[in-house]
């Protein structure tokens, strides 16, 4: 796309102005695929979604029609970018570095990206939850944070972490103030409430419905 690169998700969605192939998170869930940002690039607000809007959105989906690759695993999404075969990726940041270390072409586009939540958990009855506090505040440390990074290629959630990596490859580092505050988090409430509907409906999508 030269000196006109795609800046947001409406530009993704568009594909008479910025024509070619589209990769998209087809693994099985809505959550990781695209619907929350086909709200996005309607204008929509992911806080104030209404079940409707998950027709709205497999529609806008359905309306890239045969530019679309779903692919199922990081790997396919990794190798997609590794050969070229996709010209816009939706992809998990870890893979999309790692595509780009192994001399992918690719540039992140960050605004409205998604934050995926997770969580290090203690079991009920652990015989030493002080050492598993332990571990974990080891684990969130800054020196092991770039440890992770260096050694992965996935960002650090601890800020003041700061890894040594090519510039290539922290482009695509979710941590830095520049990156951080363009990103968004899930409606989890809203998925809650209407997972099952969504799932249905987003399994006929990959089904060719």
Known sequence: YKDNPPKDWKDFFDTAKFPG???IDGSGSPLGGLIEQAILADGGKVDAMTPADIDKGI?????????TIFWKTGAESQQLAESGEADMII???GRAMTAVKNGAAYTPVWKDWLVVMDQ????????????????INAYLGKKSQEILTEQTS???????A????????AAFLTNTP??????????IKFWV?????????????????
Request: proline share 7%; no cysteine; glycine share 6%.
């Open 120 to 135: 290090l958990t203690i079991p009920v009855g652990a015989k030493d939850p002080d050492a598993s506090y332990a571990l």
């Open 59 to 67: 529609a806008k989906i359905k309306a890239i029609g045969p530019d």
């Open 162 to 169: 700061q890894p040594k990596v090519d510039a290539s490859v």
């Open 91 to 93: 992809m998990w940041t």
């Open 154 to 160: 996935y960002s650090p959630i601890n800020n003041e």
């Open 21 to 23: 192939t589209r990769a």
């Open 193 to 209: 409430a209407n997972f099952a509907a969504a799932s249905d409906k987003w399994t006929a999508l990959m089904a060719g419905n």
């Open 178 to 187: 520049d990156h951080a505050k363009l990103g968004y988090q899930q409606n």
